[in-house]
């Protein structure tokens, strides 16, 4: 009957499932979501009038997927990835960036954000900008102000290469609020924000983002050793499982439990969706004049005349 | 009889950019003609795009505006279903689909049922049309036209088949979305939406024509997937999902006769039952019962005309007996 997509291409292969774990309710048919994104970048992009897009390059599995949709969209010529490591990132991580730019064949650019970092929180017992009285800050500024820098980066990047800043969060981080405010979450447009983390490794399997890349523990690599999993106290499969069940099938608590799902953990994931509503909206508006945007002045943002000329 | 050529035209409008849409429309309905189509189906919001918000107003058309009259003219010899903004005499804005045929505006369904929940706010920006009717067409058959959201209520399809429509026509902008891997075509909306055609086509032993988008609006992807059901609820064409095309498809009107003459249902409808249980809910409903004891369901609107509701109700013959 239909065309194009009478099978179960979206299914995943014996080989995706070895590289990690997938919950069945979340397994999503790749074609279809690779067909949709894609078709979304170009989207976004030429409404805007732009024909180049630029991103941040982690090694990660997350911005690894988003260049390997972007370069489908636009094409590797049109893509800039940018490498931005701190001094103490992992080397794995700019060897695996490398391997994602090696294998698109895209533009890249390194750049080495410590002196930026640096400057401000000083270094080796010398203050920074920010001044002697707090020392260099706690992991949380530290990696905040990384979070920043990079985008910083990207967004003047953006002017020279002439693209608009492609964005690479996914669903579970910025639904517990695993996110910079201005920080990693700062974008033109996301790709893949409504793709939990395990439905990124299906969709990063389909279209064959490097098997090291995949497989290895996620990280937000802002101090050595760190791992998300770790960080959170949740591995992603059972956290996706349970945004899941919880957010975009409605269940109840008391369902969840019936469910499997443990009363703290429950609890707590409930906790950080609530207390990081702020982080997914734009900055509120106090209700003055006759029309206020985005109360009751509601436009798209791409409508005529909205492209840059 | 001539199998009638259709040609669905699955296109992704241009948001709020109506010139360049109404010219588009111009070209596709060309191409149609030229691979010899007798009626030329173009999906809902085709001349506008789907996400206008406060665009609205300003891409709203008069049903006698010029740029839709001009469009109309390229229909010699041909029918076609076009859907643009429609402003009323009273200002009011309504999604519409007309049915242009021999050059002229024959016919204007303005929807019915405008979704407002999930990611749907159509009745923010539109209000919703109040008249279900089916429409003589050339090609020698009754039309019912219904755009998207009224194909998910039953009575719009029943109604038009009683009404004599043997072709059941629905323009959508049907946003794509549930794509989890146990769905037969991988798209959630998709399998919900052939579900409902093919039931349908099967029991208003009518044709069952969709027409939807592709393209995007924002966020929001448009899953085409347009299809023609024959009046068995067999598919007889399916085009492809989220792909921009003309498709055409040729049909046997004489199957609805062949159809309808072994599956008699339409025959055997009651409509006067229906109308009769009809009343007695409609009085629940809306709180119009003579029954002073009972309350309006949750579901019921307040009213100030209880007297004159209650006389109607009774004179139906429903609320007394109900429990």
């Known amino acids: 009957m239909s065309a194009a997509h009478g099978g179960r291409q979206g299914e995943p292969n014996d080989g995706a499932r070895r590289l990690f774990e997938l919950p069945p309710e979340l397994a999503i048919d790749t074609e279809i979501a690779r067909r949709v994104i894609v078709d979304f970048i170009r989207n976004q992009l030429r409404q805007a009038g732009f024909a180049r897009g630029v991103l941040g390059l982690s090694g990660g599995i997350d911005s690894a997927l988003v260049a390997f949709l972007t370069a489908e969209a636009i094409g590797p010529e049109n893509l800039l990835c940018v490498l931005m490591p701190y001094r103490t990132s992992s080397p794995e991580s700019v060897e695996h960036a490398r391997l994602v730019v090696e294998k698109l064949g895209c533009e890249s650019d390194l750049v080495d954000i410590s002196p930026m970092v640096d400057g401000y929180f000083g270094r080796d017992g010398q203050p920074g900008a920010a001044g002697a009285a707090d020392g260099e800050g706690s992991p949380l500024r530290r990696g905040n102000l990384m979070a920043r820098e990079r985008m910083c980066v990207l967004y003047d990047r953006s002017v020279g290469w002439g693209g608009l800043v492609v964005g690479t969060g996914n669903k579970t981080e910025s639904l517990i609020g695993y996110t910079t405010l201005f920080g990693d979450s700062a974008c033109a447009f996301n790709p893949i924000g409504d793709l939990y983390k395990s439905q990124v490794r299906q969709v990063a399997a389909a279209v064959d983002v490097p098997e090291a890349i995949i497989r290895k523990a996620p990280s937000a690599d802002l101090w050595p050793g760190q791992t998300d999993e770790a960080e959170a106290g949740f591995s992603y499969p059972k956290l996706d499982r349970l945004l899941f069940w919880m957010i975009d099938k409605r269940r109840t608590d008391e369902e969840l439990l019936a469910m499997g799902f443990s009363g703290p953990t429950v609890e707590r994931v409930k906790r950080l969706v609530a207390t990081s509503e702020f982080k997914r909206q734009v900055p509120p508006v106090a209700k003055l004049g006759p029309r206020t945007t985005g109360v009751d002045y509601l436009y798209p943002r791409r409508r005529p005349g909205s492209a840059r000329k | ?323």
């Open chain 2, 1 to 323: 009889m001539q199998p009638l050529r259709i040609a669905l035209v699955q296109l992704a409008p241009r948001l709020g950019v109506l010139e360049e849409n109404l010219a588009r429309h111009r070209e596709l309905l060309a191409q149609a003609r030229a691979a010899g189509a007798g009626l030329v189906v173009f999906p809902e919001l085709g001349l506008t795009g789907y996400q206008l918000q406060d665009l609205a107003a300003e891409v709203a058309m008069r049903k006698d505006d010029p740029r839709l009259l001009g469009l109309a003219a390229e229909t010699q010899g041909l029918s076609a279903v076009v859907s643009f903004v429609e402003e009323a005499d009273d200002h009011r804005l309504f999604i519409s689909a007309a049915l242009f045929e021999d050059g002229e505006v024959r016919f204007v369904h303005r929807k019915l049922f405008l979704p407002t929940y999930g990611l749907f706010d159509e009745r923010r920006f539109f209000a919703a049309g109040d008249r279900l009717r089916t429409v003589d067409s050339r090609l020698g058959v009754k039309l019912g036209i219904a755009i998207c959201e009224d194909f998910w209520h039953l009575g719009v399809a029943e109604t038009l088949a009683l009404d004599g429509a043997q072709m059941l026509i629905n323009v959508s902008s049907s946003p794509g979305r549930d794509l989890a891997a146990i769905h037969e075509v991988g798209l959630g909306t998709a399998v919900s939406w052939r579900t409902l055609m093919r039931t349908y086509a099967q029991l208003t032993t009518s044709f069952v024509v969709f027409c939807n988008r592709v393209g995007m609006d924002e966020t929001i992807s448009f899953w085409g997937g347009s299809e023609v059901i024959g009046p068995s609820g067999e598919a007889l064409f399916t085009a492809p999902l989220f792909d921009e095309g003309l498709y055409t498809v040729d049909v046997e009107l004489g199957d609805v006769r062949r159809e309808r003459i072994g599956l008699p249902l339409l025959r055997d409808e009651r409509p006067e039952l229906h109308l009769r249980e009809l009343r007695r809910i409609l009085a629940h409903r809306t709180g119009l019962e003579i029954d002073e004891a009972s309350e309006p369901s949750d579901g019921g609107r307040e009213t100030g005309q209880s007297a004159a509701g209650s006389r109607e109700a009774k004179a139906a013959g429903g609320p007394d007996r109900r429990p």
